[in-house]
């Protein structure tokens, strides 16, 4: 292994959800659901396979079907107007966008910014790119972690390429304001930055939260290139199947990366995932709603048996504090789980450069059917 990748050994998830495996735990670690997506787009992928669409190479930016699905998505649900021949790029995954973005975007020795606990694949791509990371970490405060905006001013630097951004924010929950993305918006056209910005959880906000793409702020569209993908809306996050929009001078730059990673991603499934971007409204609303209860659900268990919740306003991750229990070190906390009551969770700390700063910090997923998750909760009420 290389000097690059020299601290980025098995990433957590594979390694927590082998852990499931081997003790028969319950899996609330890795965000994959237990249910697949409507049965309707698992039969668009099927009849795609039979009609022999998409299974020789398809166009390198994606078909043309899920581009204009994905370009009438952005204008129908933001306002925002892209050109589905040249401001739109399909991935693989949402991974693979972020990592094409980086590689496309960011010279050796340029900094990169990101919200901290960051996503792990974040730092690897920016070790990938030859870039620095600069970490702005997220702080609890009034029960929701927040960013502090003189922090993520004082972090910019002459060397500052670009900010990465994450909302709803994967482990955290939070999912930024209005007035916290306008003063990024602004920050980034004061000092002449581009955004890279990770939406892939941006149906999956709860109570009066709101999901607003930055690339929508004044400014931002010539500057942002915007990222998300179907695994979560769809539950169908096994099919890899991501894509990201922005100008086309930014566009390109991802996509001349992209052309020499996978150079071009799976065909049979973009054609699905074409038709499950114009399901009705209902979908997306009762998916949420079926979140938003399962996200009680587990919150309300996971206080009963003890630990501090951090009450998330989107994704499908709850973060918690494992203090009450007497323990600091949230990686020895998760190892020890499964033996304890069998239940698997992710250690925040893995997100940190500091692991000092999220030191106690666990997360659990609630994608999960209800039994498994009151299951999840019954076992963890062992623990006290
Ligand atoms: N970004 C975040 C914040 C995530 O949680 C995930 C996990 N799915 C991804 C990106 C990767 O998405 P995909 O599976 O589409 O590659
Ligand atoms: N995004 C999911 C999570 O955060 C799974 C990602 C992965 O397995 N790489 O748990």
Redesign the pocket.
């Known amino acids: 292994l290389n000097r690059r990748l020299a601290e980025f050994g098995t990433?957590i998830?594979?390694e927590m959800?082998a852990l499931a495996v081997s003790t028969g735990s319950v899996n609330l670690?890795?965000?994959?659901p237990d249910t697949d997506g409507p049965d309707r787009i698992a039969e668009a992928a099927v009849r795609a396979i039979r009609d022999g669409r998409g299974n020789q190479y398809p166009p390198g930016p994606g078909v043309p079907e899920l581009r204009t699905a994905v370009t009438d998505h952005q204008r129908e649900r933001y306002g925002l107007a892209y050109d589905p021949d040249t401001e739109v790029l399909v991935t693989a995954g949402a991974?693979e966008a972020i990592a094409a973005a980086l590689l496309g975007l960011v010279e050796p020795g340029d900094e990169v910014i990101a919200l901290e606990p960051y996503?792990?694949?974040y730092a690897a791509c920016v070790a990938m790119a030859g870039g620095t990371r600069v970490p702005v970490t997220l702080r609890p405060r009034g029960g929701r972690f927040v960013l502090d905006l003189d922090e993520l001013r004082d972090a910019v630097t002459d060397r500052t390429r670009l900010i990465l951004l994450n909302t709803p924010h994967?482990?955290t929950g939070t999912v930024l304001t209005r007035e916290e993305l306008a003063a990024i918006a602004a920050l980034a056209v004061e000092r002449d930055l581009l955004v890279v910005t990770d939406e892939?959880y941006e149906h999956i906000v709860f109570d009066d939260s709101e999901h607003i793409p930055i690339a929508t702020f004044p400014g931002m569209r010539e500057r942002t290139v915007t990222i998300s993908s179907a695994g979560?809306t769809f539950s169908f996050?096994g099919w890899k199947v991501g894509w990201a929009t922005g100008a086309q001078g930014l566009v390109t730059a991802v996509r001349t990366a992209k052309q020499y990673l996978t150079y071009v991603s799976a065909g049979p499934f973009q054609y699905a995932i074409a038709e499950a971007l114009r399901l009705p409204d209902a979908y997306f609303d009762g998916f949420r709603a079926d979140l938003q209860r399962k996200r009680d659900l587990l919150a309300d268990g996971l206080r009963a048996a003890g630990f501090q919740v951090y009450q998330p306003q989107g994704t499908y991750?709850i973060t918690t504090d494992v203090t009450p229990f007497g323990e600091k070190d949230a990686y020895a906390f998760c190892r020890a789980l499964p033996e304890r009551c069998g239940v698997v969770a992710?250690p925040n700390s893995v997100f940190y450069d500091d692991p000092d700063a999220g030191r106690s910090q666990v997360r659990f997923?609630f994608c999960k059917k209800n039994d498994v998750l009151q299951e999840a909760a019954s076992r963890l009420r062992r623990l006290t």
């Open positions: 990433t998830f594979a959800s670690g890795q965000g994959f991974t996503y792990d694949s994967n482990p892939v979560k996050t991750f992710i997923t």
